[in-house]
């Protein structure tokens, strides 16, 4: 894998905040890689490292292999689309998509043909004369991508683009970007704290905790083999069983993650099965989704667990199970992933 960016024990402190506490990674030429944390956790943090707008305090970032210690921002073959887009409300949407190569001195033909391509690219053709006020939300994170794309560079940051967009827009976007980036073949490093759009987007992502990187892997890894407490529940819903761990071969002790859907619920005490356990509780509540639906149950010693149970319709017996019903979840215990701590607890 030939490495776009490289972070080598990389840490960022503001005063005593310490933003990042020792960041490894490593993104390859071309990848769809998600950066995936809470609020505060060192998301954008990460981007202006690589952006140029902030350097290292400890540790070291490599572009294609070279340092990029000094290397100012505007030498850098990176472009970002803001979390607030920052566009230039004075300017038409053709100005602010030509901006960057105004100032690079690009003449005014060239400036006009890229530009043209790049609205075209993004389907704002024939809006090129219109103000920013003038577009809607979902125009505007378009242009963006626009402004940021037609200085050609080869990895792009974006930090949070859709989180301004409603449902059915982000949904759109979340396939347009996908698609834009494999017809370009350039990286693009993507920061969300929403982990369905990490886990659909991602090649492979990095899971941001307190400034730490709690886990990379593809999106199919983090979510079956998730490596710490803080991975499992942070990516998709879990339940963390510790003490229920009847049905574990002798001597396995820990802590362990076990996905809701993995969970069966029935109304009846299953027979036992050889790796499988089952556990007797009380429905406490049963949530509707659609597509699934999820019944927490009080389960003994005061914990509770969750199951989700895809609403597969007439094709399946339904369990039926209202609050109050006393019913079995069993599981295999190949379906049980073992976790670590978290380093940053
Ligand atoms: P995220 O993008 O994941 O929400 P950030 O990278 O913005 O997180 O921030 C990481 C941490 O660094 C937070 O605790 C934040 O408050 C702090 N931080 C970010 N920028 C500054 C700054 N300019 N001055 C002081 N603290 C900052
Ligand atoms: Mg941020």
Redesign the pocket.
């Known amino acids: 894998m030939d490495s776009a960016v490289r972070f080598r024990n990389v840490c960022l402190r503001?005063?005593k905040?310490v933003?990042?506490d020792g960041i490894d990674l490593e993104i390859g030429s071309g990848e769809f890689f998600g950066i995936l944390?809470?609020?505060?956790?060192?998301?954008?943090?990460?981007l202006?490292l690589i952006a140029g707008f902030d350097r290292p305090s400890d540790g070291a970032i490599e572009l294609h292999g070279r340092s990029a210690a000094s290397v100012p921002p505007y030498d850098r073959d990176v472009n970002t689309v803001f979390q607030d887009y920052a566009l230039f409300p004075h300017m038409t949407i053709e100005q602010n998509v030509g901006f960057g190569l105004m100032v690079k001195g690009v003449n005014r033909r060239e400036r006009r043909t890229r530009v043209g391509e790049m609205l075209e690219m993004v389907r704002l053709e024939g809006l090129g004369e219109r103000r920013p006020s003038q577009l809607s939300g979902g125009q505007r994170q378009r242009v963006a991508l626009a402004r940021a794309l037609v200085n050609r560079p080869s990895v792009l940051l974006l930090?949070e683009p859709l989180g301004a967009l409603d449902l059915k827009l982000r949904q759109q976007m979340q396939v347009e970007l996908r698609s834009l980036q494999r017809t370009l073949g350039i990286t693009f490093i993507f920061?969300t704290?929403d982990q369905g759009e990490a886990l659909s987007m991602s090649d492979r992502l990095a899971v941001?905790n307190r400034?730490r990187v709690e886990q990379v892997g593809t999106p199919r890894e983090i979510y079956e083999k998730p490596a710490t407490r803080f991975s499992a529940e942070f990516v998709g819903d879990s339940n963390i069983v510790e003490r229920l761990d009847a049905g574990l071969r002798s001597g396995e002790r820990g802590v362990f993650s076990l996905r809701p859907e993995k969970v069966h619920l029935s109304t009846r005490e299953p027979a036992a099965r050889e790796h499988a356990t089952s556990v007797a509780g009380e429905v406490a509540d049963v949530q509707f989704h659609g597509a699934s639906v999820r019944y927490v149950v009080d389960v003994p010693d005061g914990r509770s667990m969750t199951a989700v149970v895809g609403n597969l319709g007439s094709r399946a017996e339904q369990p039926a199970a209202e609050p109050g019903t006393r019913v079995w979840l069993n599981w295999s215990s190949d379906d049980l992933h073992r976790l670590r701590e978290s380093e940053s607890g």
């Open positions: 503001y005063g905040v933003a990042l944390g809470p609020s505060g956790s060192g998301k954008t943090s990460c202006r930090d920061v704290h941001f400034g």
